[in-house]
């Protein structure tokens, strides 16, 4: 399955984080979404096969890596409170309009910003 | 931008009660998604529809989809308290690469 690390990570404003996921074995597409509390997942980019195939309205100091292993990271600089929220990311094995999009999800990291 | 809407926001129900969600969509659905999440957890996946008029089911769940209206229900039939948790539809983005999420409907079952 998907794997995420860590689980709970407190920072503090201004702050950097890296977030790390493991996809299952063979997707060679890993989507990244932000779920604040009460609210649904809120894509913020999608990688496929280790570029950055598509993004939502994200500001840049949210990156990305997607690395030939599985595995992928999430970076956020300038941490701000309103980066508190769960992080989810979602592997798959297609990409495209129409195209079957089964997403598998990690369990989330739950990221606090004081 | 596309948008879901979910209803209702939050749902109790007494065991062994159906109960419906809806999902509907402010624009033209290129495949939905239903999803289940357990409070502060990953998303399962429930089932996907493509075409109008489509209906799939997975154990008491039955999820329905209708085109014209832009429109998907959920529906549970003799709710279980393994039912509670947090139900999400979703619907691919018209470029195909990202998936657009409601804001959920929070299930409460009372055994």
């Known amino acids: 399955g998907v794997t995420q690390s860590p689980t709970h990570l407190i920072k503090t404003r201004g702050q950097q984080v890296t977030l790390r996921c493991s996809s299952q074995?063979?997707?060679?597409?890993v989507s990244w979404y932000q779920q604040a509390l009460g609210q649904g997942p809120q894509f913020i980019f999608q990688?496929?096969?280790?570029?950055?195939?598509g993004r939502g309205n994200f500001p840049p100091r949210f990156s990305g890596l997607q690395f030939p292993n599985d595995s992928s990271e999430l970076n956020v600089n300038a941490l701000e409170l309103d980066d508190s929220a769960l992080y989810l990311c979602?592997?798959?094995?297609?990409?495209?309009?129409?195209?079957?999009?089964?997403?598998?999800f990690g369990p989330g990291t739950r990221l606090t910003v004081l | 931008s596309q948008e879901l809407e979910q209803s209702p926001q939050s749902l109790i129900v007494q065991e062994g009660k159906n109960l419906t969600i809806n999902c509907t969509s402010s624009?033209?659905?290129?495949?939905l998604y239903w999803y289940k999440q357990k409070y502060g957890e990953g998303l399962i996946f429930l089932m996907m529809l493509q075409k109008g008029g489509e209906e799939k089911s997975h154990e008491k769940i039955t999820a329905k989809l209708d085109e014209k209206k832009q429109q998907s229900s959920l529906h549970i039939t003799a709710s279980q308290p393994s039912h509670a948790g947090i139900y999400l539809c979703g619907a691919d983005s018209a470029g195909g690469f990202k998936t657009i999420f409601g804001a959920g409907t929070r299930l409460f079952v009372k055994a």
């Open positions: 624009k033209t659905l290129y495949g």
């Open positions: 979602a592997s798959s094995s297609t990409t495209g309009r129409g195209a079957y999009n089964e997403q598998f």
């Open positions: 074995s063979g997707h060679n597409t």
């Open positions: 990688y496929y096969r280790e570029e950055e195939n």
